[in-house]
């Protein structure tokens, strides 16, 4: 599409009507910048999948001019190296951030050189005609930013994910001054985090979460194992100072939270006395009361610490009666089996499980309603796009900011889009004027990088019907058949039902292949196909299955 001088341009790759993958677009003339990379982990629906990040087509035709990170959760900076060979420029994000992106890009070989640039709020960055400004806000991570984009047309304000929290653990407050100075200036466009626009209220701060854990430290006499986000920096720190405080020892378990804490101990993000910290494997070498274990897994990740531990399969961490396991984290939806799979094994050890629904071990890192309209208030857009979440969350932020702006002399116009929607904004204008291409693109990091539709359906295929084999030996010269035809079965039917079946279906292969015209019967490729469709169509008949048929036709 034509790119206009009088116009900006905003486009939506990933993040809206889902939670994850949140990337946006913003364009003026020649220059795009990118706000944020992010990746969201597949569910059981993607066999084999490892990861999925935006379909980059919409920026493969244009120069991208930098990336600027908001912050460093995986739904905005995993997909950092899958856009990287895409941007031309710099990218732009908080000490905390970019140290969380490096390891990623040294995984994939990547050497940024000079390319990572680190900001601190409220610096200011020239991209082009645009003027990217970071101001600080509150979030479950530290060194997160908003943005204020200043453009031709006016100012455009990026929340990123956010929350107000007026007691931070790190003493870096919300800026909520900055954000009441852009309003009385004039904004022309606000997106914003949505993800908890249905929570009535505020949302707590972390300190509200230390009480609990004060109770659980009192009252725990074994070994006392917290499983947390290993971004969850401000909760770490949180666990680490009652662990001091109470006398016990500090493991961090797990290859993620090892790593993180790593970063946030090098970058002073994270303070543990001297003495106080001991590795995983020195675990057993203390009574399991002087010692706390931070672990990964409090999603039921089934490769974590924890349900390693669970099932008293890790080397180092073993679980009895009298220890304390405490899930700090909230149940992403979809991860309620693993999760309660992981709590049942843990019982099977005997010791005790605290959740979120039993104690206060957690609280969001988003901002519930009050939040939103605080912002809203605040900012005082011309043009309004929610962003972050479902699209059930997108509309009733709509009809929140609504709410909040009855009665102004100007009011509020609401655009609610979604991935791929083609935003122009004007001096006074908005609207939404065309579609640019949006998708998924699914990685498996362990074998083949990028895995197309086409191996999903085969992989579901497999799963739900399972796989047969025909194996055939064929002369060469004339086409005739080499003995019996075998069949191998995997997921088809039991075994001990199979030998009539299987001999049923080699004996009907046999007469299917004489049948054949000798043209057929000599063409592997016609052979192969032909094979094909009787075997499914005989065990479709037989077991009202449809399986994944692989004919294997040999030579002699």
């Known amino acids: 599409m034509?790119?206009?001088?009088?116009?900006?341009?905003?486009?939506?790759?990933?993040?809206?009507?889902?939670?994850?993958?949140?990337?946006?677009?913003?364009?003026?003339?020649?220059?795009?910048?990118?706000?944020?990379?992010?990746?969201?982990?597949?569910?059981?629906?993607l066999p084999g999948v490892d990861l999925v990040v935006p379909d980059l087509t919409y920026l493969q035709s244009r120069r991208v001019s930098a990336l600027v990170l908001t912050h460093g959760h995986e739904d905005h900076i995993g997909g950092v190296p899958y856009v990287w060979p895409l941007v031309d420029g710099h990218v732009y994000g908080t000490a905390f951030t970019l140290a969380?992106?490096?390891?990623?890009?040294?995984?994939?070989?990547?050497?940024?050189?000079?390319?990572?640039?680190?900001?601190?709020?409220?610096?200011?960055?020239?991209?082009?005609?645009?003027?990217?400004?970071?101001?600080?806000?509150?979030h479950s991570i530290p060194d997160a930013v908003?943005?204020?984009?200043?453009?031709?047309?006016?100012?455009?304000?990026?929340?990123?994910?956010?929350?107000?929290?007026?007691t931070p653990l790190d003493g870096r407050h919300f800026d909520l001054h900055r954000f009441a100075t852009l309003g009385s200036d004039g904004v022309l466009a606000l997106f914003a985090d949505s993800t908890n626009v249905d929570r009535p209220g505020v949302t707590g701060s972390e300190l509200e979460v230390a009480s609990a854990f004060e109770e659980i430290f009192t009252s725990a006499t074994g070994l006392l194992v917290v499983a947390t986000f290993s971004s969850s920096i401000h909760r770490i720190q949180m666990l680490v100072r009652l662990a001091e405080r109470f006398g016990r020892k500090v493991a961090f378990v797990g290859r993620g939270m090892i790593q993180n804490s790593e970063i946030a101990l090098r970058l002073g993000y994270l303070a543990v006395r001297e003495g106080s910290q001991i590795r995983e494997s020195d675990v057993p070498a203390f009574p399991p009361k002087?010692?706390?274990?931070?672990?990964?897994?409090?999603?039921?990740?089934?490769?974590?610490?924890?349900?390693?531990?669970?099932?008293?399969?890790?080397?180092?961490?073993?679980?009895?009666?009298?220890?304390?396991?405490?899930?700090?984290?909230?149940?992403?939806?979809?991860?309620?089996?693993?999760?309660?799979?992981?709590?049942?094994?843990?019982?099977?050890?005997?010791?005790?499980?605290?959740?979120?629904?039993?104690?206060?071990?957690?609280?969001?890192?988003?901002?519930?309603?009050?939040e939103l309209k605080l912002v809203l208030s605040l900012v005082q857009p011309r043009f309004f796009v929610p962003v972050h979440g479902e699209f059930r969350q997108l509309a009733q932020h709509r009809r929140v900011a609504e709410r909040v702006t009855r009665g102004a002399k100007q009011p509020i116009d609401v655009l609610?889009?979604?991935?791929?929607?083609?935003?122009?904004?004007?001096?006074?204008?908005?609207?939404?004027?065309?579609?640019?291409?949006?998708?998924?693109?699914?990685?498996?990091?362990?074998?083949?990088?990028?895995?197309?539709?086409?191996?999903?359906?085969?992989?579901?295929?497999?799963?739900?019907?399972?796989?047969?084999?025909?194996?055939?030996?064929?002369?060469?010269?004339?086409?005739?058949?080499?003995?019996?035809?075998?069949i191998v079965t995997r997921g088809v039917v039991a075994e001990a039902a199979s030998e009539p079946l299987i001999n049923e279906a080699s004996q009907l292969l046999a007469e299917f292949i004489e049948n054949l015209s000798r043209e057929e019967r000599t063409d592997p490729g016609l052979l192969r196909e032909a094979i094909r469709v009787e075997v499914r169509r005989f065990f479709r008949k037989r077991t009202g299955r449809r399986p994944l048929v692989l004919p294997i036709v040999m030579e002699i």
């Open 146 to 166: 908003a943005l204020a984009i200043h453009t031709p047309v006016g100012t455009i304000v990026h929340t990123g994910d956010f929350k107000v929290d007026h």
């Open 2 to 45: 034509a790119e206009t001088q009088d116009t900006l341009e905003v486009v939506p790759l990933g993040g809206l009507g889902e939670f994850g993958m949140n990337m946006m677009a913003v364009s003026w003339g020649e220059t795009t910048l990118v706000i944020d990379a992010g990746a969201m982990f597949p569910g059981p629906e």
């Open 100 to 138: 969380l992106v490096e390891p990623k890009l040294e995984e994939h070989e990547i050497d940024p050189g000079d390319r990572l640039r680190v900001i601190e709020p409220p610096a200011r960055v020239e991209i082009g005609p645009l003027v990217v400004e970071f101001i600080r806000v509150t």
């Open 416 to 486: 609610v889009a979604e991935n791929g929607d083609v935003m122009q904004f004007g001096m006074d204008s908005a609207a939404i004027v065309a579609k640019a291409p949006t998708g998924r693109v699914l990685i498996d990091d362990t074998r083949v990088g990028e895995v197309a539709d086409e191996v999903i359906r085969d992989r579901r295929h497999l799963a739900g019907d399972g796989i047969v084999l025909p194996v055939v030996a064929m002369r060469a010269h004339d086409g005739g058949l080499v003995g019996s035809p075998e």
């Open 290 to 370: 002087d010692v706390l274990c931070i672990a990964t897994g409090s999603q039921g990740e089934p490769r974590s610490a924890l349900a390693r531990i669970a099932i008293d399969d890790h080397r180092h961490v073993k679980l009895g009666p009298g220890d304390t396991v405490v899930l700090s984290a909230r149940a992403i939806p979809g991860n309620e089996k693993a999760i309660g799979r992981v709590i049942d094994h843990v019982a099977r050890r005997g010791a005790e499980v605290i959740t979120e629904a039993t104690r206060h071990v957690h609280v969001s890192g988003h901002g519930s309603e009050e």
